[in-house]
């Protein structure tokens, strides 16, 4: 039982830790902030949401895994102790998924704060603009108390922690034989937080997908279309770059593809679209060799040591007298197909949920297929495990949300007035 002693060492000294993180940053952050009227308080709320109300809930955590502890230091139970913290701090949710449970509890505060946090993030980086703002994180970063972490490192903290619970659960379980009281406790602990984390993270990528939605910018009325206003997620989103260097602000959404331009919109950072949005179901996407674009539109067949030219591919679409076609270029090769991926896996749901059963070439053409609807919808589900995270939440062109994260490893924040594209 030592290897169990050792995690549950592990466990209570995470929340130790959680928690001194969590008064850092209100007592070094929020509340300086505050008084020296850097931010407003409005602001200031919206940046840091519920982080207040997940510190009693740790400190109610650690106590009860304190004292379960032996005087020796060691602990031989916590599966107990996990599934009555959760359900004391718990409000009530219907899942239909999870087998003997009709109702399954969520941390009420967590829901809250992460559900915010897309809207956070936009918030501190658009603040991030203000130099005293910028000067007040800047001398926090450089100071100890930060351990070179800056603001939204700490914010970021107890999502981090939320889904690490199933992983340290699993190792003590791992290490717990089969014999041992606690083996039962520690299984429905386990079942009971990975409910948790998947609802929250559903929550959250309906929030995120949201938000965006909102910030979309139509030139026109021509541009709106039911496929966006019906989206519930954000498959993936990012910055790529066209055939003549102009950024763009690209958004995948389960039915529609969206290609925007950054705007400033009343203070607030906005996606102006650039081209008509794109159905996926109608969408062809094709990989491009290194050296076959040529910056400014033309082919050519030689390959060329020029970064300019390298991880390209091409999205297009054609419908009656409607067509586009679009070379968009991406960070770096696993950033280009992480794109590739994540399209060709959007069109294959939705063909599969219009009941055209089938797989996608290498060119993202439709092939037919005897694959059953049971094996197209593990095929959903294992592409929203995969796409998810985030959230990141969120990906950026960096990271992939089809709750996370959405994409948030890109700085994407910047307005090109110039955008072009190889249509």
Sequence with gaps: MKAVSRVIFELSQGEEDLIEDLKLAKKAYHDP??????????????????????????????????EVRKPDGSTDCVGHILVGWVWTFSIIFVFS?????????????????????????????HKKQDHRVQDFLQRCLESPFSRKLDLWNFLDIPRSRLVKYPLLLREI??????????????????????GIV??????????????????????????????????????????????????????????????????THNEQLCYQLYRQPIPVKDLVVEDLQDGEVRLGGSIRGAFSNNERIKNFFRISFKNGSQSQSHSLQANDAFNKQQWLNCIRQAKE???????????????????????????????????????????????DTSEISINCDHMEQTDFWENDKDLESNV
Excluded: W
């Excluded at 379980?173 to 990975?194: G, K």
């Excluded at 095929?379 to 995969?386: A, C, R």
């Design 33 to 66: 902030m505050l008084k020296l009227s850097i931010m407003t308080e409005q602001e200031l709320n919206q940046i840091f949401g519920t982080l207040d109300s997940l510190i009693p809930l740790h400190e109610d955590l650690l106590r009860r895994l304190k």
């Design 97 to 125: 998924f999870v087998p003997g449970l009709s109702k399954l509890p969520c941390l009420n505060s967590y829901d809250s704060y992460c559900s915010n946090q897309v809207a956070a993030k936009a918030l501190l980086d």
């Design 173 to 194: 379980l791992r290490h717990t034989p089969n014999d041992h009281p606690d083996q039962q406790h520690l299984e429905e602990a386990i079942n009971i937080i990975q």
């Design 198 to 263: 998947a609802e929250i993270n559903k929550k959250t990528g309906e929030s995120e997908c949201q938000y965006y939605k909102e910030r979309l910018i139509y030139l026109d009325e021509t541009q709106k279309d039911s496929l966006i206003d019906n989206s519930r997620v954000v498959c993936c989103h990012g910055e790529l770059k066209n055939n003549r260097g102009a950024k763009l602000h690209v958004f995948l959404f389960e039915e529609v593809l969206v290609i925007t331009r950054t705007v």
């Design 349 to 395: 749901s939705v063909l599969c949920i219009s009941g055209e059963g089938g797989i996608l070439d290498f060119q993202g053409q439709f092939l037919a297929s005897n694959r059953s609807r049971e094996s197209l919808q593990e095929l959903k589900l294992e592409q929203m495990d995969q796409l998810d995270s985030g959230s990141d939440c969120s990906m």
